[in-house]
């Protein structure tokens, strides 16, 4: 399984970015798939997560009605669409995914994940 994030990069606080997360030897659509984000020195924090299942979509709080994920199953891709970006926003944004089921009061734990991507870096300028 491979992971290939993309679509960060600097941008000032109040603007948007788009994330993709290309993957190849899994199939998003029937996969838990999740977007994470870690900065140095702290662990890696729940952004966003996906259940297969029904397509619903859940947040953390403090990205809650500025980000919203979404996948396109015909390109196997996952996307991370971030507004009103603000400076706390900067991190590197992981990918995750896993082929079994994660409950869903455990899909905003690192550890339900079992393959990630390599990461791509958002940073926000104040």
């Known amino acids: 399984v491979q992971l290939q994030a993309s679509g960060g990069g600097l941008v000032q606080a109040g603007g948007s970015l788009k994330l993709s997360c290309a993957a190849s030897g899994c199939t998003i659509s029937r996969d838990n798939m999740g977007w994470f984000r870690q900065t140095a020195g702290k662990e890696r924090e729940f952004v966003a997560a996906i259940d297969p299942w029904n397509g619903s979509t859940r947040y953390a709080d403090s990205v809650k009605g500025r980000f919203t994920m979404s996948r396109d199953n015909a390109k196997n891709t996952l996307y991370l669409q971030m507004v009103s970006l603000k400076p706390e926003d900067t991190a590197i944004y992981y990918c995750?995914?896993?082929?079994?089921?994660?409950?869903?009061?455990?899909?905003?734990?690192?550890?339900?994940?079992?393959?990630w991507g390599q990461g791509t870096l958002v940073t926000v300028s104040s």
């Open positions: 995750a995914g896993r082929n079994r089921r994660i409950i869903t009061s455990a899909m905003s734990r690192a550890g339900s994940y079992s393959y």
